[in-house]
């Protein structure tokens, strides 16, 4: 079953069951995803739905650091319980060791030596840990690691 169809079925289950927030955080998410179909005229498949659904992990992360600051801890809650959602649709997140680990590989394979070279590890660590990892931590370990 693909991410889009699991999500309607859960749609659907969340109506039958009552759970209205649940409900309406899955309909924004499937609203996401049909935007962009509709915006570039495609059919989405579950790699092209990963990122709608991190694009919207991401923005409701900046949303609770924004939220939070702002002494608006309602809000942050509200935002805070949307991520718990949306995280549970996203694949288990890698390790410190297992990043490490590709990181390696990716420098390994490359040849890459400086920092001049981040451009092809971040790019080959990218295809590998497609929405496992937050790909700007990763970057910040590879430029470290490259002498940047």
Known sequence: MSLKQQLTEDMKTAMRGGDKHRLGVIRLM???????EVDERIELDDTQVLTVLEKMLKQR??????YAAAGREDLADVE?????????????KLSEAEIEALIDAAIAETGASSARDMGKVVA??????????????VSARIKARLGG
Do not use: C, F, H
């Not at 499937?30 to 962009?36: D, E, S, V, W, Y």
């Not at 992360?61 to 924004?66: F, I």
């Not at 080959?124 to 931590?137: I, P, S």
């Open 30 to 36: 499937l609203a996401a995803i049909k935007q962009r």
């Open 61 to 66: 992360k900046d949303s609770v650091t924004q």
């Open 80 to 92: 805070r319980a949307e991520i718990v959602i949306i995280e549970a649709y996203l694949p288990a």
């Open 124 to 137: 080959l660590v990218k295809n590998k840990a497609a929405g496992r990892a937050d790909m700007g931590q």
